[in-house]
């Protein structure tokens, strides 16, 4: 199947500070990406749908300003957590697709400490 | 409200035995359905998943799935366990008319006895 490259892996930052996480589609393009985000021996909550050169469209509850996304391409889809608190620490998760209706693969993940 | 129930939080069963993990849904539309598996600190890896079609899916490592539309179930099967398919695994829902966004069920992890 189809790879979809997140970096980094895992992350520590201090509080207050921003933090950018890649998300890469390596062999095919993706029109779609979305983020996700998991707390520990929680199921995946959906953040935000990204299209490639349109603005995201976030899910409710969940701050645009905090958690910027950018699609620039179709093969790269970044998120950055703005000022980061240590309540922001969690598992985030990208997934990307194709086009309508199809299989999304995902990344391996971002553990995010905040400390 | 789109929602996905997977009941059974904790699962046990002994190396050989068979499985069945439940997942129901409530959609308003008509569902893409995917079963994911994930192990600790890792990403997802898809099983299967249906779009249409034989109501009976097969996947990778020997799970399988029926679609029961009267029944809004998806469920997961294995006829024989192995140690290595301990995990957590997640039923999601999805359907082009929301925008092919998935909604996740809570997750069942299964733990394999010897």
């Known amino acids: 199947g189809a790879v979809v490259s997140q970096h980094p892996s895992w992350v520590i930052c201090k509080s207050g500070t921003s933090v950018k996480i890649e998300c890469r589609s390596l062999d095919f393009q993706a029109t779609t990406m979305f983020w996700y985000r998991q707390f520990p021996k929680q199921s995946l909550m959906l953040m935000a749908t990204s299209n490639e050169g349109s603005k995201a469209t976030y899910e409710q509850g969940v701050e645009k300003d905090k958690f910027l996304i950018n699609h620039a391409s179709l093969t790269l889809s970044t998120l950055t957590v703005t000022s980061a608190h240590p309540e922001d620490s969690s598992f985030y998760i990208c997934?990307?697709?194709?086009?309508?209706?199809?299989?999304?693969?995902f990344g391996q993940g971002t553990r995010l400490t905040v400390v | 409200a789109q929602s996905v129930t997977q009941p059974d939080i904790h699962i046990t069963v002994s190396e050989g035995a068979s499985l069945e993990l439940r997942c129901n849904y409530s959609y308003g539309a008509t569902p893409y359905l995917f079963w994911y598996v994930q192990s600790p600190g890792q990403g997802l890896q898809l099983l299967l998943k249906y779009f249409s079609g034989d109501t009976l899916v097969q996947g990778i490592k020997g799970f399988e799935a029926e679609f029961k539309r009267s029944q809004s179930s998806f469920n997961l099967r294995k006829p024989s366990v192995h140690w290595s398919d301990a995990a957590e695994y997640f039923c999601?829902?999805?359907?082009?008319?929301?925008?092919?966004?998935?909604?996740f069920g809570a997750g069942t992890i299964l733990r394999v006895k010897s």
């Open positions: 997934s990307a697709q194709t086009g309508r209706g199809d299989e999304a693969f």
């Open positions: 999601a829902v999805g359907a082009a008319e929301y925008g092919n966004k998935l909604v």
